[in-house]
């Protein structure tokens, strides 16, 4: 028997994710670390435009515990959704295992900035592909599919029968999207490669499953067009 209802939610929009966007096509080398970039004034937004939709849910469907990413945006989001709940404190488990995939040599460049640095491992991603891909120093879509393997049985047995919110970020919620289907043992297997199929995941995108299985993903239907989503 594991968690009632899992929902997990993706981080608002990050002062990477906007630079990122502004950057467009452009090389871009950002400055700070993975686990320290926060949110913008949008993510802020949209971390509490989720939090008001936890405040809708019935008893029955609102979360009893956290799961949260050490990485500042994810910690920022549950924060500022808290606040915008109202709810009394949730016992809240920070967990390694829910940080993003870690880009090693890559983790300051977009994909522009790493052409032009990295030809000869950029053409080792294009042969390889971008689940089995693992940069210098850093991890494969794989290996994060394998730390969530590790969580879900840890959940399974600290949070049976409860309901489960999780904050982090894209490669966590496709990763959990694979494992709570079913998906093979291997992680290795060519066919894996399909869960790339469900990118992107959106900021503060929710997904959610049941005993039944998937019941949403990357819903953004909580979201306000005009203030809660990047144009």
Known sequence: ???????????????ANLAHRE????????????????????GRAQAAAFGRSLAGLPAAEAPEVVWCSPY???????????????????PLTVDR??????????ARYNLAAIRERFPEEMA???AEGAYAFRPPG????????????DLLADLREHAAGRRVLIVAHDSVVLGLRH?????????RDADLAAVLKFAPVL?????????SGLVRFNDVGHLRPASDQPV
């Open 179 to 187: 494992v709570l289907a079913g998906g093979p043992e291997t992680d």
């Open 72 to 90: 500042l945006r994810a910690l920022d989001t549950w924060r500022t959704a808290l606040r915008a709940w109202g709810a009394g404190p949730l």
């Open 124 to 126: 080792r991603r294009e």
């Open 138 to 149: 850093g991890e494969s879509l794989a290996d994060v599919v394998v730390r969530l393997r």
């Open 1 to 15: 028997m594991g968690p009632a209802r899992i929902m997990a939610v993706r981080h608002g929009e990050s002062e």
């Open 97 to 106: 295992r829910l940080r993003d995939q870690e880009a090693g040599a890559f």
């Open 203 to 211: 900021n503060a995108s929710v997904s959610v499953w049941d005993g």
């Open 23 to 42: 950057a467009g096509p452009a090389p871009l080398v950002y400055e700070r670390g993975d686990d320290e970039v926060t949110l913008t004034a949008l």
